[in-house]
């Protein structure tokens, strides 16, 4: 399924509590919580149970990681390719916690572009997110690494950052998405995210962690509608 704007996506990254089944009942009660608010909601679940995900919830199912390579000899290598057969809707690319270089980010995303799936190039600073602007994805994430895992959420901490990106990446290329991410936990986070002009938000630890994901992601939806 294809990945529009606003959205909230949930990065499951590597957590114990987002493996196997557990991360499956989090995948649908984001796919139920979507269907009652009408938000788009996208997860990004571990690239090995990816298959499952796809088959088994229908909101967008996203990558957390593509290299940029052709399928071919290349080890452990996730190629834009297989995730198109997978049936995914496209995949983060350059998360702080997988990084790629400059070069591969813009190979990665004509790679993924030319088999018709979905880029989000995630951005550290200003001059990260102009980069990344300029290779034309889908969106571009900002988020300070620093604040990830904090409880803190950029939008408050840090609202120069996420103002500066929407200007910075519309400035470069206005029809690329703009998102923020990083200790986003609150809908007060979401309201004050998309009140800087994000078009939605990228989140994990809050929503995987939370003991009520459910009530979460709808106050975070309600959040992105007002
Ligand atoms: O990909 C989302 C991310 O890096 C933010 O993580 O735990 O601060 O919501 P978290």
Same mark, same amino acid.
Request: charged share 20%; with cysteine.
């Given at each position: 399924?294809?990945?529009?704007?606003?959205?909230?996506?949930?990065?499951?990254?590597?957590?114990?509590?987002?493996?196997?089944?557990?991360?499956?009942?989090?995948?649908?009660?984001?796919?139920?919580?979507?269907?009652?608010?009408?938000?788009?909601?996208?997860?990004?679940?571990?690239?090995?149970?990816?298959?499952?995900?796809?088959?088994?919830?229908? !909101?967008?199912?996203?990558?957390?990681?593509?290299?940029?390579? +052709?399928?071919?000899?290349f080890t452990g290598a996730v190629v834009a390719e297989h995730l198109k057969e997978i049936g995914v809707a496209g995949s983060l690319?350059?998360?702080?916690?997988?990084?790629?270089?400059?070069?591969?980010?813009?190979?990665?995303?004509?790679?993924?572009?030319?088999?018709?799936?979905?880029?989000?190039?995630?951005?550290?600073?200003?001059?990260?997110?102009?980069?990344? =602007? =300029?290779?034309?994805?889908?969106?571009?994430?900002? +988020?300070?690494?620093?604040?990830?895992?904090?409880? !803190?959420?950029?939008?408050?901490?840090?609202?120069?950052?996420?103002?500066?990106?929407?200007k910075t990446v519309k400035a470069v290329k206005p029809n690329v998405h703009v998102i923020c991410g990083a200790g986003v936990s609150?809908?007060?986070?979401?309201?004050?995210?998309?009140?800087?002009?994000?078009?939605?938000?990228?989140?994990?630890?809050?929503?995987?962690?939370?003991?009520?994901?459910?009530?979460?992601?709808?106050?975070?939806?309600?959040?992105?509608?007002?």
């Amino acid at each position: 399924m294809k990945l529009t704007y606003p959205a909230i996506l949930l990065n499951f990254k590597s957590y114990k509590e987002a493996a196997g089944n557990r991360g499956l009942e989090l995948a649908k009660t984001a796919e139920r919580v979507a269907s009652q608010t009408g938000v788009i909601v996208a997860v990004c679940p571990s690239i090995v149970e990816m298959a499952k995900f796809v088959q088994n919830v229908s !909101i967008p199912v996203l990558s957390q990681h593509c290299d940029p390579y +052709e399928p071919g000899p290349f080890t452990g290598a996730v190629v834009a390719e297989h995730l198109k057969e997978i049936g995914v809707a496209g995949s983060l690319l350059n998360h702080s916690e997988k990084r790629l270089k400059l070069s591969d980010i813009s190979a990665a995303i004509t790679r993924l572009r030319g088999v018709g799936l979905d880029t989000v190039v995630c951005a550290d600073d200003l001059a990260a997110a102009a980069g990344a =602007a =300029a290779l034309e994805p889908s969106a571009v994430a900002v +988020e300070p690494p620093e604040l990830i895992g904090s409880g !803190i959420s950029v939008s408050t901490a840090k609202p120069e950052v996420v103002a500066g990106a929407v200007k910075t990446v519309k400035a470069v290329k206005p029809n690329v998405h703009v998102i923020c991410g990083a200790g986003v936990s609150s809908a007060e986070d979401v309201r004050k995210a998309v009140a800087l002009g994000s078009e939605g938000v990228l989140l994990s630890s809050a929503y995987v962690k939370s003991r009520n994901p459910e009530q979460l992601l709808l106050e975070l939806c309600k959040a992105l509608l007002v």
